[in-house]
C-alpha cells in the first residue's frame, strides 16, 4: 500500500485541471489612445476654446475702434459683412455653443452625483442641442450675410 | 535609534500654506462658464439674430448699445469674465505642452501683460465713449444725436 500523500506533491500529482484559453482583448491593439466620447469631448473643447480665443483678442480690439472715430470702426465692420467673413462667423458661433455647451456637461461631470456614470449620454446631449441652436442660427445668418 | 511613527489615521502633515491658486482657478472657470453661457448666447442674439443681423452692426447701432447703462455692464461684465477665462485656459495649455521653464515663463508674461492691457482699454472704451462725438459726419451716428 502506498504512502498516504501530502503537500504541493500531492496537489501536484491530482491537478490534471484544463486552464482555458485567454480570451482574445476586445481592446485595440494599438499604442494609439483612443478615448472615445470622453476623449473627443476633451479635445474639441480645447480647439474651440483657443479658436475662441483668439478671436476676442481680435474682436476687443476692432470694438475699441468704436473709441476712435465712426469712419474707423465701420471701415472694419465692413470686413465683417463680406460672404467669407461670413461663412467663417458660422464657425466661430458653431465653435462657442460647442464650448459652452460642452462646459456645462463638464460641470455636471464635476458635481452631479450621477454626472461621471452620465457622461457618454450627455456628450450626444451636447452634440444633440448644439445642432439645434445650429439649425435655428445658419440659415437666419446667412440670410443676413447673402440677402444683402 | 528611534524613529517617530504618526497615530494612524493622524492627518498628514500640510506641505503648502496660503491660498490655493489652482483650486479658485478651478472654480472661476466654472462659475464665469455658466455666467458667460448667459452673456455670450445674449450678446450673439442681439447682435446677430434679431434685425438685419451682422449687416445691422456699424457705429450707430453700436453706440445706440452702449449709451445704455444696461450694455455698458453686460459688456463690462463679459469682457472681464471672458477674457480672464480664455486667458487661464491658455495657460493651462502652456503647462500641458510647453515643458522649457523659460518658453513657459516666457508665454505666461505674454498671457498675463496682454491680458491686463486689453482689459484696461477695454473697460476705458465702454465708459469714456462718446456716441454723438463732436464734428462727427450725422450720418454715421445714431438717429438721436440729432436732438443734441
Known amino acids: 500500500m502506498p504512502a498516504k500523500v501530502t503537500g504541493a506533491e500531492g496537489t501536484a500529482a491530482s491537478a490534471t485541471t484544463s486552464v482555458p484559453e485567454p480570451r482574445r482583448s476586445v481592446l ?3 499604442t494609439l489612445y483612443r478615448g472615445r466620447e470622453g476623449m473627443w469631448s476633451w479635445v474639441l473643447h480645447r480647439i474651440t476654446g483657443v479658436a475662441i480665443y483668439f478671436f476676442l483678442l481680435v474682436h476687443i480690439l476692432d470694438t475699441a475702434l468704436i473709441r476712435v472715430s465712426p469712419e474707423a470702426y465701420n471701415a472694419v465692420m465692413e470686413s465683417y459683412k ?14 462657442v455653443g460647442f464650448h459652452a455647451l460642452n462646459g456645462l456637461r463638464i460641470i455636471l461631470v464635476d458635481f452631479w452625483k450621477v454626472g461621471t456614470r452620465h457622461h457618454r449620454t450627455m456628450f450626444w446631449g451636447v452634440l ?21 | 535609534m528611534t524613529a517617530t511613527i504618526d497615530a494612524p489615521r493622524s492627518p498628514y502633515a500640510q506641505t503648502k500654506r ?55 455692464i453686460w459688456d463690462t461684465l ?20 510647453v515643458s522649457r521653464p523659460g518658453t513657459r515663463r516666457l508665454l505666461h508674461g505674454a498671457l498675463a501683460a496682454s491680458t491686463v492691457v486689453l482689459l484696461v482699454l477695454g473697460t476705458l472704451v465702454i465708459y469714456t465713449f462718446d456716441p454723438c462725438p463732436a464734428g462727427a459726419d450725422p450720418s454715421l451716428v ?7
Not at chain 2, 472661476?28 to 447682435?47: E, K, Q, T, W
Not at chain 2, 463679459?78 to 505642452?97: C, K, P, Q, S
Not at chain 2, 445714431?142 to 443734441?148: K, N, P, R, T
Open chain 1, 28 to 30: 485595440s491593439t494599438g
Open chain 2, 18 to 72: 496660503g491660498v490655493n491658486w489652482e483650486k479658485w482657478g478651478w472654480i472661476y472657470m466654472r462659475a464665469s462658464g455658466i455666467m458667460l453661457v448667459v452673456l455670450i448666447f445674449g450678446h450673439l442674439f442681439v447682435n446677430l439674430m434679431t434685425g438685419t443681423g451682422i449687416s445691422q452692426i456699424d457705429f450707430g447701432f453700436v453706440a445706440g448699445k452702449l449709451a445704455d447703462p444696461f450694455w455698458q
Open chain 1, 82 to 95: 463680406n460672404p467669407v467673413m461670413g461663412i467663417g462667423e458660422l464657425f466661430l458661433v458653431g465653435a
Open chain 2, 78 to 97: 463679459m469682457l472681464w469674465l471672458a477674457l480672464i477665462h480664455g486667458a487661464n485656459g491658455m495657460r493651462t495649455l502652456v503647462n500641458d505642452y
Open chain 1, 128 to 148: 444633440g442641442v448644439w445642432a439645434v441652436l445650429m439649425i435655428g442660427f445658419t440659415p437666419r445668418h446667412l440670410m443676413n450675410v447673402f440677402g444683402g
Open chain 2, 142 to 148: 445714431a438717429s438721436f444725436c440729432e436732438g443734441l
